[in-house]
């Protein structure tokens, strides 16, 4: 089926090597990331989420194995298109949002623009990247601090700036790593329900991290990470 994948990862290994000691994360991985899907890998910690998913991102490179976007490798791209993969292709957000400390909300979602002088080429000017920020701003819902600096604002907040600064480039996949794990319960689950509002409305494919296995299983598509494994796709809410 066409594009029903956007994201693969075939048979990718990763290992640490510290003081002269091999440490395996990754034994042959597999991931098909179903497009437009809210897509959670969960496992416990430890198990190499971070690692598979900085692969994923071309944060990281993998020992072996492949990482393939829209049909075309990326992993062994060049280092031109593995930068216009990760600033214009996928969004990505953590669990510590990476905020700017010293700047406002709107012009923390302009700072990709600001820092990559080749971001600027994708806004015809900067009124227009300025408009798609308080755009981005009201989608996520909040607008209304786009002048707060991060200490002037909740965690939920700083997480809504940090999505509204991946959705910029309008890109096809976001990958979010622990998005809820600094948060409380109620918090997290306005951030889980933006996330998956964001997937239906835009078609949005997300690629969500977790240990939290109800977090997990509000996924449409669940992968659990164990030994260095993915197990097989389970269609997570049918999952008991
Ligand atoms: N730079 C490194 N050097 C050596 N070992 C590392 C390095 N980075 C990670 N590891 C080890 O690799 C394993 C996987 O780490 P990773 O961060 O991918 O796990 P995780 O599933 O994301 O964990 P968590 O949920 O706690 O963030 C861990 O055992 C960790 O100690």
New binding site residues.
């Given amino acids: 089926m066409k594009n029903e994948f956007v994201l693969q990862a075939c048979g990718i290994h990763k290992s ?3 003081d002269r000691i091999e ?1 395996p ?1 990754l034994r042959g991985v597999d991931v098909n990331i179903t497009a437009g899907k809210v897509n959670a890998l969960v ?12 692969i994923l991102a071309t944060l990281d490179t993998p020992d072996t194995g492949e990482v393939i976007f829209q049909g075309q490798r990326i992993d062994n791209a060049s280092r031109a298109r593995r930068d216009a993969y990760r600033n214009r292709d996928i969004g990505i957000i953590f ?1 510590f949002y990476h905020l700017l400390p010293e700047l406002s909300a709107i012009e923390n979602v302009l700072a990709p623009m600001m820092i990559g002088q080749s971001l600027w080429n994708y806004f015809r000017n900067r009124r227009e990247a300025r408009l798609r920020a308080e755009a981005m701003l009201d989608r996520v819902g909040l607008l209304h601090r786009a002048t707060h600096r991060p200490t002037e604002m909740s965690g939920g907040e700083m997480q809504r700036a940090a999505i509204a600064r991946a959705l910029m480039t309008d890109p096809k996949l976001l990958l979010a ?2 998005p809820t ?1 600094n948060l409380d319960t109620d918090t997290g689950e306005t951030i889980l329900s933006l996330l998956d509002q964001l997937s239906r409305e835009e078609n949005l494919t997300i690629v969500m ?1 977790t ?1 939290d296995d109800a977090i997990a299983k509000s996924a449409d598509v669940c992968y659990r ?1 164990q030994d260095g494994l993915l197990e097989t796709k389970k269609p997570s809410r049918n999952v008991a």
């Fill in positions: 640490y090597h510290k440490v994360v496992g416990r910690s430890g198990s190499g989420k971070s690692t598979l998913m900085h669990q790593d622990e794990g991290i240990h990470m």
